[in-house]
């Protein structure tokens, strides 16, 4: 009987299932919707009912299920798989992995998501194999991933790794949703990029983005393919974004002496318009012995990274 | 027979070497000169003999001893102790751990000097059981170590927790040892203190700082020790620095999510006058949550830690 494991990556809108094998390859995935009525507190028997559903359906026998390795985007306490809170979900003080082992009969592992990204990137995608490892997401937010010695770093209180609030503007910063100002997820993330552009586009009145910005609303991606087009606003906005994140990065690879730097999320799309002037701006700043150990990757497994690393949670702990 | 461990930290100037028994406590230390002559390719003899030395006069038989635990400062592949580069000492590819081990006959570990000094601090200092640990030394340069998951940091080629070269002045910075502008280092390290008291006494004509400077030669002490006398040019000096190593520790507190900061090296001499405005910046640039799980204190074990750290080396790996 083949071995299976279960990632399941519990985001705002949709629950990520997928049966996975020994050697990472997908049998099969799927998606349930995630209620968020109630604080999210029927999730645990969705995912349960589904799992189920599903194993009937293939005919897979429960005794090959090595274990579930959930992501959730909040604070987890790992070693027991506690949630301390998730916003986007309703959690909050609630005992997530417990409950779905209870469910399931399954033993269970939680984690960051980000970290599951992270893990599943490091296992089958842009950072295989790699020790140490930065995978940093840019979307709406800016998300962070941690691999050192082999294994994802999760802290004291499941905060680690938070890379989009290392401050990178001291004095006079934007407001971010943490509460503090000034943190890189209000320079570097699609939202940050497209407030940069309206502040650079004012002082160039005839660039394509000023003309952008008039007919409606503007997108980081409008930002990237403006800059194809040799418009020089556009070109100062990823200048300067990508010389901030740079750094930030930089600076994390100070901490970490990272083998790989995976970037992931909306945002990589832009490819390498994205991952020459970062990588330019990120050896400007980094430690020269630091620069030499590492290169940079576009995230290779997309929308699987979380249930790929949920599926090598339970490889790894098992 | 009861089981000692060799910790021995190599330094420019001597090589502190220590029998250390499984509760940490130092059965012998003492000292021998380090000869950097010929790229200091004798001090694996110099340390071999002298441990020979003393283990007859102690009366030690070779069979209680676990293995050697040895700090360099340079750039440390621990899984082989060999040595990149540690430019105090002379060595540039040099294989020490296994020349050692060749002259002793005993097992070797090696790392970093300043990883050797947090994992002192985190076996029997101020970062006493921390699985999640920055050490920050605030010398004439600024050092770092940091262990997370409970085991030191050494990154991909041995350049991890430099916390002395994160850019903390992105434009227009002091140039640096390291080759690179605006370093912490050149910021918050004892050099880097006086430069800024310098800088700042020019606005202060009837200060204490401005008086001390035209009498002599001013230290860091002598800022900490104005500041105690209600100077407000020092006051300035103190506040500036600690805001930006506050920031840089909150950064990378934000990778890492530590349990415990540990600040040693001379400048931790100013005690709370030190502390108390760096935990404050630390606080401000931290995520509320990161913040939360966090404390400081002042660095235990002086200069035992590099020795200290070295048996514990050991005693993990054994």
Redesign the interface.
């Known amino acids: 009987m083949e071995q299976l494991y279960i990632g399941a990556d519990i985001g705002g809108t949709t629950v990520k299932l997928a049966f996975i094998k020994d050697d990472g390859s997908i049998v099969e995935k799927w998606e349930i919707p995630t209620n968020t009525e109630s604080e999210g507190k029927s999730i645990p028997t969705d995912i349960s009912q589904s799992i189920d559903e599903k194993l009937k359906e293939r005919n897979i026998h429960k005794e090959a299920i090595m274990g579930i390795g959930a992501g959730a985007p909040g ?1 987890v306490d790992t070693s027991s798989g506690f949630i ?1 809170e998730a916003v986007n979900i309703g959690w909050k003080n609630f005992d997530f992995g417990s409950h779905l082992e209870e469910l399931t009969g399954f033993p269970v592992w939680v984690d960051n998501d980000a970290n599951l990204a992270a893990l599943g990137e490091n296992w089958l995608g842009a950072g295989k194999g ?3 490892l930065i995978a940093v997401t840019l979307g709406t937010g800016v998300g962070g991933g ?1 691999i ?2 082999g ?1 994802v ?11 989009g ?3 990178v503007v ?1 004095v006079g910063g934007v407001p971010c949703n ?3 100002t000034g943190c890189l997820e209000t320079v570097s993330s699609a939202t940050g990029i497209v407030r940069k552009a309206k502040e650079i586009a004012r002082s160039y009145p005839d660039s394509l983005l000023q003309t952008l910005l008039k007919n409606g609303e503007l997108t980081a991606k409008d930002v990237f393919d403006a800059a194809d087009d040799g418009d020089e606003a556009a070109e100062k906005v990823i200048h300067e974004v990508t ?1 901030v994140l740079g ?2 990065i ?3 690879a ?6 790989k730097i995976v970037v992931g999320g909306g945002v990589s799309k832009a490819g390498t318009q994205l991952l020459a002037p970062l990588e330019k701006a990120y050896r400007k ?1 980094a ?4 620069a ?3 290169n940079f990757g576009i995230a290779e497994l997309g929308n699987d990274a979380g249930v790929i690393g949920g599926a090598y949670l339970v490889k790894k702990n098992k």
Request: proline share 4%.
């Open positions: 604070f301390h790699c020790t140490e941690i050192a010695n294994n770093l999760n802290g004291a209180n499941g905060t680690a790794a938070e890379l609030h290392v401050t001291p943490c509460g503090k010389d750094m930030a930089a600076n994390m100070i901490a970490i002496n990272p083998e700043y430690l020269k012995r630091t030499e150990a590492s």
